[in-house]
């Protein structure tokens, strides 16, 4: 009889405490844990997606160098900006859940 590893028994006790989905496929997973988040950040994910789609088609497009690079970099910087803003927005709320909501934001 074989014992379960460390990392069986994890995903087991994580399951039974409702930490980890029954579904064994990882895309449910992450479409479950899309769904429990707020609008907010499901948009931002969503533009993140979109803009970073956009870098790699232009960077596949053929266009002249100049053009390639210019729109690369305003998609990429599109991205990198959203990223960054979502960071930010989750800090901020991290912030102000541990100081009781106490916090105030400019």
């Known amino acids: 009889m074989r014992s379960a590893t460390s990392g069986e028994r994890c995903q087991c006790v994580a399951r039974r405490e409702g930490l980890l989905s029954p579904d064994p496929y990882p895309c449910q997973l992450v479409i479950d844990q899309l769904k429990r988040v707020d ?46 803003s979502h960071l930010i927005g989750v800090l901020q709320r991290a912030a102000e859940q541990n100081l009781g909501g106490a916090a105030t934001s400019d």
Do not use: E, H, N
């Open 39 to 84: 609008r907010q950040t499901r948009v931002q994910y969503g533009l993140m997606v979109i803009f970073g789609g956009l870098t790699l088609a232009f960077a596949l497009a053929p266009l002249d160098d100049l053009t390639r690079t210019a729109a690369v970099g305003t998609a990429f910087g599109f991205t990198a900006g959203l990223w960054v």
